[in-house]
């Protein structure tokens, strides 16, 4: 009889358990795939999100500065005859 209840019990213990909360969704990364290993130094101390940031500038100005080169080149360029 007390192995009755206690089955029971158990069971009525194990449908009342409450459901865990869904995770937080995961943040996109931010920045380019180029600097994440520099985001992550924050661990160590580094202020990694500023970092990166100002690699990510310093990576789009240069960028840029291809673009631009790259446009007045072929506008100096005589077309191919």
Partial sequence: MNTRILLLALALG???AKEEPPPPPEQP???RAETQSIRNTEAVGYSG???ADKVDKA???S???VRKT???STEESPPPE
Wanted: hydrophobic share 20%.
């Fill in 49 to 51: 999100k500023a970092i």
């Fill in 63 to 65: 960028e840029e500065q």
């Fill in 14 to 16: 194990a449908c009342s």
């Fill in 29 to 31: 990364p931010q920045g």
């Fill in 59 to 61: 990576i789009k100005t």
């Fill in 70 to 72: 790259e446009k007045e």
